[in-house]
């Protein structure tokens, strides 16, 4: 499992990268609002904090019964799909106290649910699986079972269907992220030549 400081960075750098350059790129016009980096410390704040969620248990268990166990809140393990409703909910809530819009709190809560899902898929490379589909099936599934085995090994075509499935995985996840970054005006942008 990676520690939680590489959920958040992996978060902060990797899937909102757009928000990343935007700033940076304002930073160097000189072109940075007080509003706008209000903006992005609120997202930031978000996708930080809902990229931990599926841990959140390991607070508890470690002041109540002493260890780190995280995976569980009862019987709802923490790293699955239908445990992905706290952060989608928690960022909605944020979402609408900050700006008073529905629209804008949708986006948060896809922001949101896009982070929650970028600690799913790094415990997935790390340790091979989570219960992605509880309670519709109990077991772990490993997005990137196959990743590291050659199709000579699995198949060719069960090799490129696992390929495409954990790629698309990471795809959608971003394009998630990328969304909601584009309605709340963070855009990678294309200049023409004049």
Same mark, same amino acid.
């Given at each position: 499992?990676?520690?939680?400081v590489?959920h958040?960075?992996?978060?902060?750098?990797?899937?909102? #990268?757009?928000a990343?350059y $935007?700033? $940076?790129? $304002?930073?160097?016009?000189?072109?940075l609002?007080?509003?706008d980096s209000?903006?992005l410390?609120?997202?930031?704040?978000?996708?930080?904090?809902?990229?931990?969620?599926p841990?959140?248990? #390991?607070?508890?268990?470690?002041f109540?019964n002493? &260890? !780190?166990?995280?995976c569980?809140?009862?019987?709802?393990?923490?790293?699955?799909? !239908?445990?992905s409703?706290?952060?989608i909910?928690?960022?909605?809530l944020?979402?609408?106290?900050?700006?008073? &819009?529905? &629209?804008?709190?949708?986006?948060?809560a896809?922001?949101?649910?896009?982070a929650?899902?970028?600690?799913?898929?790094?415990d997935?490379?790390?340790?091979?699986?989570?219960?992605y589909?509880?309670p !519709?099936? &109990?077991?772990?599934i490993s997005?990137?079972?196959i990743?590291d085995?050659?199709? #000579?090994?699995?198949?060719? =075509?069960?090799?490129?269907?696992?390929? =495409?499935?954990?790629v698309f995985?990471?795809?959608?996840?971003i394009?998630?992220?990328?969304? #909601?970054l584009?309605?709340?005006?963070?855009?990678?942008?294309?200049m023409?030549k004049?």
């Amino acid at each position: 499992m990676p520690y939680p400081v590489v959920h958040v960075l992996f978060f902060w750098f990797c899937v909102s #990268a757009v928000a990343v350059y $935007a700033i $940076a790129k $304002a930073i160097s016009r000189r072109e940075l609002s007080l509003k706008d980096s209000k903006k992005l410390l609120l997202l930031m704040f978000v996708g930080g904090l809902c990229t931990l969620f599926p841990d959140i248990t #390991a607070v508890y268990n470690l002041f109540v019964n002493g &260890n !780190l166990e995280h995976c569980s809140i009862g019987p709802v393990p923490t790293h699955s799909l !239908l445990f992905s409703s706290t952060a989608i909910l928690f960022g909605m809530l944020v979402g609408y106290a900050a700006y008073r &819009n529905l &629209n804008k709190a949708l986006y948060m809560a896809i922001f949101a649910g896009s982070a929650f899902l970028t600690h799913l898929l790094l415990d997935d490379i790390s340790e091979g699986g989570c219960a992605y589909l509880y309670p !519709l099936y &109990n077991n772990h599934i490993s997005v990137f079972s196959i990743m590291d085995t050659g199709f #000579a090994e699995a198949g060719l =075509f069960k090799y490129l269907t696992v390929s =495409f499935v954990s790629v698309f995985c990471v795809f959608i996840v971003i394009l998630m992220a990328l969304f #909601a970054l584009n309605r709340f005006e963070f855009e990678f942008s294309y200049m023409t030549k004049k």
